[in-house]
């Protein structure tokens, strides 16, 4: 694999990486219960990239269809308003 995943879209706006779209450099998915960015913080300051260029860094869902080795294999991931990942799909 020779590029990274790109974050298309995230609807989390209480997330400090959002501003008008994921300004982190990379973000994690993950979770227990269903895929969501590990990366999600909210607190009452912004941060991040200075525009929206974020992309998947790491993918610890093993049974989505997109992982392999560790890393999404998706074009691009979207991200909903509670900061699951849409994309996410099982095997």
Same mark, same amino acid.
């Given at each position: 694999m020779s590029t990274? #995943?790109?974050v298309n879209s995230c609807a989390t706006t209480s997330c400090a990486? &959002? #501003?008008?779209g994921c300004t982190a450099?990379?973000?994690t998915i993950g979770g227990s219960d269903k895929a969501s960015c590990a990366t999600f913080v909210s607190l009452d300051a912004?941060? =991040?990239l200075p525009t929206a260029? =974020? /992309?998947v860094g790491a993918c610890q869902r093993l049974e989505c269809? /997109? &992982?392999k080795d560790l890393?999404? #294999?998706?074009e691009g991931i979207d991200v909903s308003d509670s900061a699951a990942c849409?994309?996410?799909e099982a095997r």
């Open positions: 990274v #995943t790109a990486y &959002n #501003t008008d450099f990379a973000v912004r941060g =991040g260029d =974020g /992309h269809v /997109h &992982n890393m999404c #294999t998706a849409l994309t996410y």
